[in-house]
């Protein structure tokens, strides 16, 4: 059974960092596609950053660039999202999200949201002005 688990959300004032990190189990993380993902309250569930472990390109949302960096431990099993220069505009609910080739292609770049496998249960992030 396959547990995605986050850790590492909270409260903190704009300008601000966290990390959030992605525990996973029951799956090895580096076979496909890895992500984060953010819902906010009344919005879409959007793409943050996600990682095609295929070719190891790496893809950001336009608003994370430069202040977001999304990596992998793969010895830990673990996924990581560095959070510089937060804006309250960044507070959500952020997601991981393992997308696993055994289950439909995967191309040059990850594909949306709705075509992952695996979610784990969320992080609150809140970003005060």
């Known amino acids: 059974q396959v547990h995605l688990v986050e850790s590492g959300g909270g409260s903190v004032q704009a300008g601000g960092s966290l990390r959030l990190s992605c525990a996973a189990s029951g799956y090895t993380i580096r076979r496909g596609c890895m992500g984060w993902f953010r819902q906010a309250p009344g919005k879409e569930r959007e793409a943050v950053a996600t990682i095609n472990n295929l070719n190891s390109n790496t893809n950001y949302a336009d608003s994370v660039k430069g202040r977001f960096t999304a990596s992998q431990d793969n010895a830990e099993n673990t996924l990581y999202l560095q959070m510089n220069g937060l804006k309250p505009e960044d507070t959500a609910v952020y997601y991981c999200?393992?997308?696993?080739?055994?289950?439909?292609?995967?191309?040059?770049?990850?594909?949306?949201?709705?075509?992952?496998?695996?979610w784990g249960q969320g992080t609150q992030v809140t970003v005060s002005s």
């Open positions: 999200a393992a997308k696993d080739p055994q289950f439909g292609y995967i191309g040059r770049w990850c594909p949306a949201a709705a075509e992952y496998n695996y």
